[in-house]
Nanobody, 121 residues
Framework: QVQLVESGGGSVQAGGSLRLSCAAS????????MGWYRQAPGNERELVAV??????NYADSVKGRFTISRDSAKNSVYLQMNSLKPEDTSVYYC????????????????WGQGTQVTVSS
């Protein structure tokens, strides 16, 4: 089984910074992409940032403010969030596409439990 555990959420004033961490553990043979989504009350879950194959992609709303990074040795992904705005307030979820063994050829997407980020004006 695979588990993703997030940390680093909290409350901050506008203009502040937070760093989210997400560590995957369990039966992991390889990973193909990790990233972050967020979901505010009443809204659909939206992609924030993705890191895959050394490349990154960001939602337009966070470009230039957020940076995604990955530590493959630790099966971890991070999201450095700077210049936070009240509209960044959401529950942030990390995900990872994981292949669990050399026998299983497909990747399965696993999700973290979510961490709350609240930005006050």
């Amino acid at each position: 089984q695979v588990q993703l555990v997030e940390s680093g959420g909290g409350s901050v004033q506008a203009g502040g910074s937070l760093r989210l961490s997400c560590a995957a553990s369990g039966s992991i043979f390889s990973m193909n992409g990790m990233g972050w989504y967020r979901q505010a009350p009443g809204n659909e879950r939206e992609l924030v940032a993705v890191i895959r194959g050394g490349g990154t992609n960001y939602a337009d709303s966070v470009k230039g403010r957020f940076t995604i990074s990955r530590d493959s040795a630790k099966n971890s992904v991070y999201l450095q969030m700077n210049s936070l705005k009240p509209e960044d307030t959401s529950v942030y979820y990390c995900y990872a596409n994981i292949r669990q063994s050399s026998i299983r050829l497909t990747y399965t997407t696993y999700w973290g439990q979510g961490t709350q980020v609240t930005v006050s004006s």
